[in-house]
């Protein structure tokens, strides 16, 4: 009787988003050679950040950056692999109050600005990068309102952060004109509007300017697991490697099955830089 080759590869419990770059290794078109994957459909990615952080509920696992950088400060048991299986630009992610007396990114300095979720997630960071660096925001003289708390609960943050009022919403907040502006949410009101004028092109001008094409989440896996197969990193590596070129052919030759939202934009950074980013 012929063995199972797969029998004695050990199955790692899995979180990953689905995208185009994902879904040859997801439909277990791409296999690893030492292990296999063994996929936990999470509804919401961002709520598998928080489980491998506290619980270490995953073998491997996407994580937001920030979250990652944050939980290795505080000594968490598992390393991140040179994977990145998203990034994004984030001039567009800022909103505003057009009747709180805000022109200009540097008018926020001394007015409470809203950020979703936690101060630590990674499109916040972004945001204020482009804040401090762009515009040439004090990001020390604006007061930061949290609509959540931290993935990493052990993080303390600036002094200048505070959490938003029980009961409130960021959303209604602003529509109210109590704070001036907010990064990641969504606000239905005609007194609303995007902080950075063309934010879309703004993203690809950074890109130009300063090769700035953000990283939002990598890969981790848990030490024990790459203590237990010397191999696992360089093997998870190849196959994301293998996925994402199986998906550029697709996205090349115009496949329905490679078609997603972020494929023009994904399209158009690949023609800026010449090639593909890591």
């Known amino acids: 009787m012929n063995k199972d080759p797969s029998a004695s590869k050990p199955r790692l419990k899995t979180a990953l988003a689905a995208r185009g770059h994902t879904q040859a290794l997801m439909n277990g078109t791409v296999t690893p050679r030492t292990f296999e994957l063994e996929f936990e459909d999470v509804p919401s990615i961002i709520k598998a950040f928080r489980r491998m952080v506290r619980n270490l509920d995953f073998d491997i696992s996407e994580l937001a950056m920030t979250t990652y950088l944050c939980a290795r400060a505080q000594g968490k048991p598992f390393t991140a692999i040179p994977v990145f299986p998203m990034r994004a630009f984030h001039h567009g992610a800022i909103v505003y109050n057009t009747k709180t007396g805000v022109r200009t990114p540097k008018d926020l300095e001394g007015r409470r600005v809203g950020v979703n979720r936690g101060y630590t997630v990674t499109t916040g960071l972004w945001v204020r990068g482009i804040l401090q660096h762009e515009y040439g925001v004090d990001l020390g003289k604006v007061t930061w309102v949290l609509s959540g708390d931290e993935h990493v609960a052990e993080y303390q943050p600036p002094s200048n952060v505070v959490s938003i009022e029980p009961g409130r919403t960021l959303q209604e907040l602003l529509a109210a004109g ?84 972020t494929d023009p934009v994904y399209l158009r950074v690949m023609e800026m830089i010449g090639g593909h980013p890591p």
């Open 178 to 261: 109590e704070i001036a502006a907010a990064i990641g949410i969504t606000v239905e009101s005609p007194d609303v509007k995007p902080l950075i004028p063309h934010a879309g092109e703004a993203g690809f001008e950074a890109l130009q300017r300063q090769g700035l094409y953000p990283i939002n989440h990598t890969v981790v896996v848990r030490n024990d697991r790459l203590d237990a197969n010397p191999d696992l990193a360089e093997d998870l590596v190849d196959v994301f490697a293998e996925a994402k070129r199986i998906y550029l052919r697709h996205l090349r030759e115009g496949h329905a099955d490679a078609v997603s939202a």
